[in-house]
């Protein structure tokens, strides 16, 4: 071997742990799969977002308000390559219910004779809805291992206290709730930890300003050092209605100036170089079409801070 390869062998070798380095660093930190986006009428396509460190199949899902007809949608679009009853039963490892409204957790009720023993972590204050008005016998069965006798077992209610990490079972994964105000009650923010990434999911809420809260200010505090950092991949945060839609009916939603104004709070606590691009996955919109025609191009008039606005569409998968 002559002097002129050996010299490039070197170098080569010298180089390639920044180039492993490298792939490793852009690698996608979370996989996300939506069964669900919308907010409304539609039952087949109800807030429901499986979630998992990227290339594991270990998920939690983020709300369930569809799952059978969102998976069969996953299934179609080759999200996944097994059943639908094998994602439901086996890659499921544990349900997150930001509130307690039919739209975020219906498909978790219907879906439950075929589900398989795992967690639903919440508030106190969510379970106990869970607990007394859904899983009795009177409403459905008892699925859950609190509540009116008989208790089936299936489910274990896991409450998560706010401030404290709660590692997820059967995952790599842990999470932290944030309460957030949903008009006449508290909704929750679940900031998921994989190693050294984070993705925050919203459930539904309104502004600080409308709602009389800090709440969101709260939560803003708390990921502006990851967001600095650079450790936090999304957030997941609802629009509900366009611009037209009068304060005193948003019944606890966001609007897209209602958004932004948020944005423009987080954006002063990390500083706009910092916040901008950051992967925002626009969730809940509300039907009719044209309202969410109007969501949309309002939200791309008023992003000046130049965030990175996603759209999720039913069954099919997204990475950060």
């Known amino acids: 071997m002559t002097r002129k390869y050996t010299s ?3 170098v080569l070798c010298w180089l390639l742990p920044f180039f492993s380095s490298a792939q490793v660093k852009n690698k996608p930190a979370f996989r996300l799969v939506p069964l669900g986006v919308l907010g409304g009428i539609d039952e087949s396509n109800l807030s429901a977002y499986m979630l998992a460190t990227n290339g594991t199949n270990n998920y939690v899902c983020l709300d369930a308000g569809t799952l ?12 996944f390559d097994v059943p639908a009853e094998k994602v439901l039963r086996q890659y499921i490892k544990g349900y997150f219910i930001s509130h307690a409204h039919l739209d975020h957790l219906a498909g978790l009720i219907i879906n439950s004779p075929d589900d398989s023993t795992k967690n639903i972590y919440g508030l106190q ?5 869970l607990k007394n008005h859904y899983f009795t016998w009177a409403s459905w069965a008892n699925f859950a291992d609190q509540g009116e006798a008989p208790a089936l077992k299936k489910f274990r209610y896991q409450p998560l206290t706010p401030g404290t990490e709660t590692a997820i079972e059967n995952t790599d994964m842990k999470v932290q709730a944030f309460p957030l105000s949903h008009s006449n009650l508290t909704s929750t923010a679940f900031l998921v930890h994989s190693a050294d990434a984070y993705t925050l999911y919203l459930g ?5 300003t409308i709602e009389k809260s800090t709440n969101m200010q709260n939560l803003w505090q ?8 650079k450790q936090l991949k999304a957030i997941m945060i609802e629009v509900s209605f366009p611009d037209e839609q009068p304060d005193k009916t948003l019944f606890g939603h966001l609007t897209p100036h209602w958004l932004m104004a948020e ?4 954006a002063a606590l990390t500083g706009t170089d910092a916040i901008k691009g950051l ?5 809940h919109l509300k039907p009719p079409a044209i309202n969410i025609v109007k969501i949309k191009a309002e939200l791309k008039l008023e992003n000046k801070l130049r965030l990175n606005l996603i759209y999720p569409q039913q069954g099919k998968p997204l990475t950060f």
Not at 125 to 129: A, I, K
Not at 223 to 229: E, F, G, W
């Open 222 to 229: 708390a990921i502006a050092p990851l967001i600095k950092a």
């Open 204 to 208: 539904d809420t309104g502004a600080d």
């Open 8 to 10: 490039i062998i070197i």
């Open 279 to 283: 992967n925002i996955v626009v969730t």
């Open 68 to 79: 059978h007809a969102g998976i069969v949608k996953a299934v179609e679009n080759k999200a």
């Open 263 to 266: 944005m423009d709070k987080l």
């Open 125 to 129: 204050s969510t379970l106990e809805t």
